[in-house]
């Protein structure tokens, strides 16, 4: 009887054995396929690339710099030797290989064409390490008299600024202005509102439309880098990961640029003439751009001088909620879309 | 089965709204418009580091600070055996490094360190003389181009240890201020006392200056930290200012320190 029970358990558990066996076979063959289906779409986080260096298959600079971006580059995919070691059979799967849709416009034995490098539309697999902390000791200087000079300190005369709204020539704060112009057309923008909060009324009708100078751009390219790191101080060129942390893959949307106080005019002659640091007080200290979540601006920064018009303003709004009339929405700094929000400890504490 | 209940209470505690409590915060400025002398002097783009506690609360850390020695510009460049134009070229406009600013045509007719990296960065990219200037400092020595940023960088981790500044802030160069934001205070406290200093000394003309102050910081109103320097014999109230000649390096007589 015992030995009955025990040839049926021995049954079971090769039934089962069996069974997984052939669902992990089934499921390789099917992931097998998704990777095949996927080689249109590289990525840089699969554990094979991970393995590589970055000068494994990319070239600094490429053969195309002199002709793309006039200064040492990198304008274009690696090439087909940098893929055919591991993806030999990758290239000719089919007439029309999914693989070779990664760098080439046009798929085919004849197709040279390739898509813009880096592609415009694909999703990126990293995120930019740059620490403005070290960047502004580095540029930093010693002190003489900011009337006795005719810029500010810290500076690299490669950016420039939009004209003023005033006859003083503006000072140029380089150490910021290497890599954050003012803007010759309006950017894409968006008011930015603190999670969690709930508006007290409807945005009133608002008209307000910032000018192309309340804003300073970014660096998207290697332009601003190379000048210095191209080969020295550390990160360098060819330290691809001293710039770009991989991150998950996510889709360029653009840059839109988000504010508070989207009425803030950065050329506006009383803030163009301060230091970038007057207002950015944390920027000197920042290591990481991640942990950078906007221009952060504190509002304390804005009261050492708006103190009157904003203890106005608030003043109204707390009237009006007194009253009980439709709140008063504050509009000196905000359009109404953040006007209309009840006021944020920052402001509460002022 | 109490214990049990107990243990889940606890579990719930930190999501119930009543358990939050508002950290109270304070902001405190460093003020760089120093009185030296007759003269008033602006002390910008200076860095200042901030740590909890007060003199006697840090008082290893004074002691490492009192104690430090940094070398200066022209005794680091000096040491490097610099030419007189690449050092002329720092102290004209009072640069740390040649980061600092615009290396145009003259400089690099004119300083034999950039007219060698000049020529190197033509060679090398691709005979733009655009891109060679801009680039210059790529085909610097390195010693020349960042060694006195490292050299700083390791005289300041050999002050702190393991001890790490809360926070650190620059002066700007218009309003010559450094500002510390968002300082806890500890609940029910009045106030939290907190020291200030910029750890490596600051060159003003002939001398160099190190601060080390303490400053109470209360949620009710920024506090306003004024670097002054002794007068005299009178110290300067809750600050250790240490002030030092500058050794003068010159051609052929550089000093280490």
Redesign the interface.
Same mark, same amino acid.
Do not use: L, W
């Given at each position: 009887m015992q030995g009955g029970n025990l040839l049926s358990e021995m049954r079971r558990l090769l039934n089962i054995a069996l069974l997984t066996l052939i669902a992990v076979i089934f499921a390789g063959h099917w992931a097998f396929d998704v990777d095949a289906q996927n080689r249109g779409r590289f990525s840089h986080s699969t554990a094979q690339h991970k393995k590589l260096n970055c000068s494994a298959c990319h070239k600094i600079p490429t053969s195309n710099w002199?002709s793309t971006s006039?200064?040492?580059d990198v304008q274009d995919y690696p090439g087909h030797a940098s893929c055919v070691s591991c993806h030999r059979q990758d290239f000719f799967r089919g007439n029309q290989p999914a693989f070779c849709g990664v760098c080439h416009s046009v798929v085919g034995p004849r197709g040279k064409a390739r898509f813009p490098f880096p592609h415009p539309t694909r999703n990126s697999d990293f995120s930019t390490i740059f620490p403005h902390?070290v960047h502004?000791? =580095?540029?930093?200087? *010693?002190?003489? %008299? &900011?009337d006795e &000079?005719p810029y500010? =300190?810290?500076?690299? =005369?490669?950016a420039s600024f939009s004209p003023l709204r005033n006859d003083d020539p503006p000072p140029t *704060?380089n150490n910021c202005a290497i890599c954050h112009e003012t803007v010759s057309k309006t950017p894409r923008h968006a008011v930015r509102i603190s999670p969690g909060m709930k508006p007290l009324t409807d945005a009133a009708a608002e008209t307000f439309e910032p000018k192309a100078g309340f804003f300073k751009d970014m660096p998207t390219g290697h332009a601003a880098c *190379? #000048?210095?790191?191209?080969?020295? %101080?550390k990160p360098t060129a060819t330290d691809c990961a001293g710039c770009h942390g991989l991150t998950a893959s996510t889709p360029k949307t653009g840059v839109v640029f988000k504010r508070y106080s989207i009425k803030f005019d950065h050329l506006q002659k009383e803030h163009s #003439? &301060?230091?970038?640091? #007057?207002c950015h =007080?944390?920027i000197?200290?920042n290591a990481d751009l991640k942990t950078l979540k906007d221009a952060d601006v %504190?509002f304390?920064?804005c009261v050492q001088c708006h103190n009157d018009k904003i203890s106005e303003e608030m003043g109204k709004r707390v009237e009006s909620l007194t009253n009980n009339q439709a709140p008063f929405q504050c509009v000196y700094c905000h359009s109404t879309a953040v006007g209309r929000f009840p006021l944020p400890?920052s402001h509460e504490?002022r | 089965m109490r214990g049990v209940l107990f243990i889940i209470f606890l579990l719930l505690l930190p999501v119930s709204p009543c358990s939050v409590f508002a950290q109270e915060t304070g902001a405190l400025d460093v003020t760089g418009r120093v009185r030296i002398g007759k003269a008033q002097e602006k002390i910008v783009r200076k860095r200042f580091y901030l740590f909890k506690g007060g003199l006697t609360a840090n008082k290893d850390l004074v002691e490492r600070i009192k104690n430090s020695q940094s070398t200066t510009r022209d005794c680091f460049y000096c040491g490097l055996k610099a030419s007189s134009e690449y050092i002329n070229w720092l102290r004209a406009e009072d640069c740390e490094s040649p980061y600092c600013r615009e290396i145009t045509e003259a400089d690099v007719a004119k300083v034999p360190e950039f007219q060698a990296a000049y020529t190197k960065s033509l060679r090398q990219y691709g005979n733009r003389p655009a891109v060679a200037r801009k680039w210059l400092t790529t085909n610097l020595a390195p010693e020349l181009r960042d060694g006195f940023y490292r050299s700083h960088k390791a005289d300041l981790a050999k002050v702190l240890g393991d001890q790490k500044p809360l926070q650190s802030s620059m002066t700007d160069s218009v309003s010559v201020r450094a500002t510390f934001i968002d300082l806890p205070i500890a609940a029910g406290a009045k106030n939290e006392t907190y020291l200030i200093s910029n750890i490596l000394p600051i060159v003003i003309k002939d001398k160099s200056y190190i601060w080390i102050c303490e400053a109470d910081v209360n949620s009710a109103k920024r506090t306003n930290l004024v670097l002054q320097v002794p007068d005299g014999d009178k110290p300067v109230r809750r600050c250790e200012v240490i002030v030092r000649d500058v050794p003068q390096c010159k051609e052929g007589t550089c000093s280490a320190k």
């Open positions: 002199a006039g200064f040492p902390n502004q000791d =580095v540029i930093a200087e *010693f002190a003489p %008299p &900011r &000079r500010a =300190v810290a500076h690299f =005369v490669m *704060f *190379f #000048t210095c790191h191209y080969q020295g %101080p #003439t &301060r230091d970038c640091m #007057t =007080v944390r000197s200290q %504190p304390i920064t400890p504490k | -």
